[in-house]
Antibody, heavy 126, light 110 residues
Framework: QLQLQESGSGLVKPSQTLSLTCAVS??????????WSWIRQPPGKGLEWIGY???????YYNPSLKSRVTISVDRSKNQFSLKLSSVTAADTAVYYC??????????????????WGKGTTVTVSS | QTVVTQEPSLTVSPGGTVTLTCASS?????????PNWFQQKPGQAPRALIY???NKHSWTPARFSGSLLGGKAALTLSGVQPEDEAEYYC??????????FGGGTKLTVL
């Protein structure tokens, strides 16, 4: 079955760029009907959606982070990536990648974030 | 700034029934918001439970069900088990293809 695995820099200095990758196994990132999301969770707090990319390359970002976020896809490596620039301590969090699935059942369009990675901790500190 | 609101905490007895809700600052939640529900236990990644209001994943226990209730999305747990103690998050999809999580409900089984 589909699995997602986050990797990247665990410690980032303030004002630098955070870079993470989500490797997709057990399925193709190029398959239609899916979006590929990044979500984060600061220590002791709730979940925050960062953005997602479709297999077509279209991207959608959280308005509060849009000016600092870039999500891209590398189809040759079956992975997608997150870059968050100008980080501060407020960006310290566990970062998750997840798959969004669109389907049509009984003439109804359905959507769900069904598969999640285990998450990777990123700390912003000098 | 769209806000999705959940009860901060709820307590239920083992074997009991509890309903968690998910409200939108923009108005009534409908199926067009494709409500999703997730369970998260300490130190673990969230696990998907319900998608598009009431659809269960293959791994979702039968005691979990989703619905729309009084203009909100709702997650009902019937016959609560001790292992259901967790944080529960809802997720709504907004026009402009934005996703917004609720603040989470800490469910205590006591």
């Amino acid at each position: 079955q589909l699995q997602l695995q986050e990797s990247g820099s665990g410690l980032v200095k303030p004002s630098q760029t955070l870079s993470l990758t989500c490797a997709v196994s057990g399925g193709s990132i190029s398959s239609g009907g899916y979006s590929w999301s990044w979500i984060r969770q600061p220590p002791g707090k709730g979940l925050e959606w960062i953005g997602y990319i479709y297999h077509s390359g279209s991207t959608y970002y959280n308005p509060s982070l849009k000016s600092r976020v870039t999500i891209s896809v590398d189809r040759s490596k079956n992975q997608f990536s997150l870059k968050l620039s100008s980080v501060t301590a407020a960006d310290t969090a566990v970062y998750y990648c997840a798959r969004g699935s669109w389907s049509l059942e009984r003439d109804m369009t359905l959507f769900g974030l069904d598969v999640w990675g285990k998450g990777t901790t990123v700390t912003v500190s000098s | 700034q769209t806000v999705v609101t959940q009860e901060p905490s709820l307590t239920v007895s083992p074997g009991g029934t509890v309903t968690l809700t998910c409200a939108s600052s923009t108005g009534a939640v409908t199926s067009g918001y494709y409500p999703n529900w997730f369970q998260q236990k300490p130190g673990q990644a969230p696990r998907a439970l319900i998608y598009s209001t009431s659809n269960k994943h293959s791994w979702t226990p039968a005691r979990f069900s989703g619905s729309l209730l009084g203009g909100k999305a709702a997650l009902t747990l019937s016959g609560v088990q001790p292992e259901d103690e967790a944080e529960y998050y809802c997720l709504l999809y907004y026009g402009g293809a934005q996703l917004v999580f609720g603040g989470g409900t800490k469910l205590t089984v006591l």
